[in-house]
């Protein structure tokens, strides 16, 4: 376990876990008060395969930390439940390809379409991510009534990965579609 006191661990280590749990913290706001200790050792590392070592200090606060998290609701931003696909009050499928991506809504009969331009740098994961987040802008900004259930297709399982677990993963552990 990262959090025993005596062991060391690279500052590249320590600054990936500052990071997850910084991001943690938009869960559980009031968990906030922790981490010093570990900015604080990060402080003195200049490497980033420097050796730290974990003290009694930051054992404790993410000790702390885990057995907080672990009894905390935290915020609810959304409400997660399985409903039938017949339920959605809206459909959207996203697509994109090297030359273009849009959504289409079978419902309204609309599609939005946009070019990608051949000296474009990003790769089609990007514009898999933008066409599914310019349909839920879309959703947002124009659809009224609000949907209640909102079912985004697309033949991307990273996209799917992506949103269902609210984490991107590393480049090379994304999954090609």
């Given amino acids: 376990m990262f959090a025993n006191p005596r062991q060391l661990h690279s500052l590249r280590d320590f600054q990936r876990l500052a990071g997850w749990v910084n991001w943690s913290l938009n869960v559980f706001p009031l968990l906030r008060p922790d981490l010093s200790s570990v900015y604080e050792k990060m402080r003195r590392g200049t490497f980033p395969f420097q050796k730290l070592s974990i003290n009694n200090s930051i054992s404790s606060e993410l000790h702390w930390l885990a057995a907080h998290i672990n009894v905390s609701n935290g915020v609810w931003i959304i409400e997660l439940r399985e409903w039938p696909r017949s339920e959605a009050h809206n459909t959207f499928i996203c697509d994109a390809c090297p030359i273009g991506m849009g959504f289409w809504s079978p419902k309204t009969c609309e599609g939005f379409v946009c070019a990608i331009s051949p000296f474009a740098q990003n790769g089609i994961f990007f514009f898999e991510v933008l066409t599914v987040l310019s349909a839920l802008n879309h959703v947002c900004e124009l659809v009224?009534?609000?949907?209640?259930?909102?079912?985004?297709?697309?033949?991307?399982?990273?996209?799917?990965?992506?949103?269902?677990?609210?984490?991107?993963?590393?480049?090379?552990?994304?999954?090609?579609?």
């Fill in 144 to 177: 009224t009534p609000k949907p209640h259930h909102l079912a985004i297709l697309t033949d991307s399982l990273s996209m799917f990965d992506l949103f269902n677990m609210l984490h991107a993963l590393l480049l090379g552990q994304l999954r090609t579609t």
